[in-house]
């Protein structure tokens, strides 16, 4: 018996014909598989810094949502009446941003292709003319609401994560940052607009060149490489005369006065 033990394990391991038992031969098969296994299992557990910035990015959003969510359900349980009339004010300068940013794609695209009016599909056609038909805001319709924009809801430190984010594409800004960080750009961006505006009535917009004259607008969120440089001073004056009469507690205004003061601001203002 010893002997026999002593030929048997020579032959396992010289590589000899001689089987080893179902015990022993299921201790290597399982062997096998963990090294086999081990590779893959450590560098699934491993994360690209790309891969670690989008699930970071993914968590925040979902957050955001969750919490805008859980603000409107407070503010319908508790504030039914103002909860209509936020609701309200929101989407309807939800409709009136996404209204002006067609407009203004397809104006730029008539340029673009030197396209007439009547050239256009019968949708962009109705779509400019419906649009034209709004009035332009004047000054003393938009100052009237500064009280709406100095506290809860509209006020700078009260806007939500949603809104910041939608204010920071309409000044041309990245809205690829946590809510934070995008209020506090915000305020520091509003401020310097706040302070070069007053610096600017001042100077006199006729002391500016058409390219000053440009990138000013420009920076207050008017695209205006398609409208003529007239209608870009007279736009320019307009929003100085709101900004020069805001105090620091109604900036949040001025953020969305970007919508207000460019809504059918498109070069067909009669």
């Not at 002997?3 to 014909?17: E, I, K, Y």
């Not at 503010?75 to 039914?80: D, I």
Request: with cysteine; net charge positive; aromatic share 8%.
């Amino acid at each position: 018996m010893a002997l026999s033990r002593v030929c048997w394990a020579r032959s396992a391991v010289w590589g000899s014909a001689v089987t080893p038992g179902h015990f022993v031969t299921r201790r290597l098969q399982l062997g096998r598989s963990g090294l086999a296994w081990g590779a893959p299992r450590s560098s699934k557990l491993h994360l690209s810094p790309k891969a670690d910035v989008k699930n970071l990015m993914s968590y925040v959003v979902t957050k955001t949502k969750a919490i805008n969510g859980k603000y409107h359900r407070f503010l319908g349980r508790h504030f039914p009446r103002f909860y209509v009339l936020y609701t309200i004010f929101m989407k309807g300068l939800q409709m009136l941003w996404a209204d002006a940013k067609k407009a203004r794609r397809i104006k730029t695209n008539m340029w673009k292709h030197n396209i007439k009016f009547h050239q256009l599909p019968y949708r962009e056609m109705e779509h400019l003319r419906q649009i034209q038909r709004g009035t332009h805001p004047a000054i003393h319709d938009i100052l009237a609401l500064r009280e709406c924009f100095s506290n809860h809801p509209l006020g700078m430190n009260q806007l939500q994560a949603l809104h910041v984010k939608a204010l920071s594409r309409a000044m041309l800004l990245t809205s690829y940052l946590p809510p934070p960080l995008l209020r506090h750009r915000l305020k520091t961006h509003t401020t310097v607009i706040h302070q070069l505006d007053q610096a600017l009535a001042k100077l006199g917009i006729g002391q500016l060149t058409t390219q000053e004259v440009k990138s000013a607008c420009y920076l207050r969120g008017l695209n205006s490489t398609h409208i003529g440089e007239d209608r870009c001073r007279t736009w320019l004056g307009e929003w100085l005369q709101i900004s020069c009469s805001l105090k620091e507690a109604e900036l949040s205004l001025l953020l969305h006065n970007v919508v207000l003061l460019s809504t059918n601001y498109l070069g067909t203002r009669r």
